[in-house]
């Protein structure tokens, strides 16, 4: 039983003359009840189109192709009313950056109370209360203090923990995390991670982790997708098969071994409707072969490539 | 973004000006809050004997045509011509926000006829509006206040507009959305409080137009009707008063106009200037 099945998604914004510009391209993704899975790629690559299709979170204009499932039930195109109550209870998004996505005008407990007395019809102050407690919870200990402050009070990690608070407010079944610590310093993005963690351990909550940074995505995650051009190229758990991933992980620095040089992936990304006819990956790719030129190749067992078996 | 100093959401009397122009406009409405308490005399009594008198210790400012009391008349009159402008910005606000936020917040067809619509009102002097409506409804303070109304919506209309369309593509809106939050929510709970500075500096900045336009229509005769007192129509008899030998009841109220517009203006500034 999955949660959440998105197949075959399409997305593509207009580009004026009648044009269309695909950022998301045949992408399929499935995750359980209580499953965490990682979603990275490099900026431009469809990671956070995919997740924002998801919730309805798409540019104007835009054309949706595909279907996402969630709960048994098609939410793609999903409109007004149901996809308000979607939104209010089901699913959750965390932001990147909570200072741009925390009404600046409008105190923390506001923000958080907010959404319970509008969707949960609990009183202001029983609201009041649960945001002590949720605030509590991802370690903001004077949680009566902070409801009376204003956002450009709090630092950048604080209002990440107030953004994620507001979320577990609502108990929603899948929480759609979006580079949730890319703004903060790394001990902090620890720190917020753990707490993300710990909530999805300990309510079962679903959730899918946008980022570009591996390691964090391997820590967290039961599972990984990684998506170049608009496409998921590789599903992995343990070890990467796909080039770009092999490439991607080469590129890391180790911990213990002094490298001369990083390795680099030569080139640069493209979006998916930059790409030519065949693999999107292959005028970057030490591997390719003619073949590779001739047709996107299939997602078959997880690795979209087609020379997968010759290169293991 | 919008955004000024939350602690003290409206610092409004900043530096010398600022507060010298506060405490201007705060002692003028308690005076003439309280005209029936300070006033010397009867605004509407004719005291043949101080007709065009100068100034004497009953009658500081001395008398007009009828004799009747120029300071009473102009602390009277302080309210009609103080509350007129109040009246014509509150309603060209309200309605200039709302048309402003729908226009904004639904764009494409509806955004087009809504600014279409204001670039019409645009066309149009206020004070020629101001002089249709009192054809219909007959002069008066209604007329001349619901004409005036209309005529600064596009003002705040226009203004608001711009700052909403930038405000609601912020991301803050979106998280809003998903949220789960309703368009009315978004609006009311968000988009508002966000344009708030804003909306309040116009509308402190429109005050002393409106000002001057409500005094030019009762000097035309259309507005407050005699013999109420209002400092518009005061500068309009005055001035035959001037000729005869007392010139202070158009210098009266001609000096308290400028003021008031003078202040609003330093106010309304400072305020915009904060958003």
Known sequence: MTLLTISELNLAVPAGRGQWRTLVEQVGLSIGPGEAVGLVGESGSGKSMTARAVIGLTPPGARLQGSIRFGGAEILGLRGRALRELRARRVAMIFQDPRAHINPVRSVGDFLTEAMTAHLGLTAKAAAA???????????????????????????????????????????ELILADEPTTALDVTTQSEVMAILDESRRERGTAMLLITHDL???????????????????????????????????????DLFVRPDRLHVIPGRPVAAFEAGAGCAFAPRCPHTQPVCLEARPPLAGDVACVRVEELA | MLQSSRSAPFALTGGRAGTVAAAFLLALVTATILAPVVAPHDPDLPDLFNALGGSTAAHPLGGDALGRDVLSRLLYGGRTTLLGPVLIIAVSTVLGTALAITAAWWGGKVDAVVSRVLEVLFAVPGIVFALVTVAVLGPGIPGVVTGLA??????VARVVRGAALRERNLPYIAAAWVQGRSGWAICTRHLLPNLRPLIVAQSVSGLGFAMVDLAAISFLGLGVQPPEADWGLMVKSGLDSAMRGNPMEALGAGLLIALVVASVNVLGDRLGRQS
């Open chain 1, 130 to 172: 649960r945001a002590v407690r949720l605030l509590k919870e991802v370690g903001i200990g004077d949680g009566e203090r902070r409801l009376r402050q204003y956002p450009h009070e709090l630092s950048g990690g604080l209002l990440q923990r107030v953004m994620i608070a507001s979320v577990l407010a609502v108990e929603p």
């Open chain 1, 215 to 253: 390691e964090l995505a391997a820590a967290t995650c039961d599972r990984l997708a990684v998506m170049y051009a608009g496409r998921i190229v590789e599903h992995y758990t343990e070890t990467p098969r796909h080039p770009y991933t092999v490439g991607l992980l080469r590129s890391r620095p």
């Open chain 2, 150 to 155: 209309v005529a600064y919506t596009p003002y």
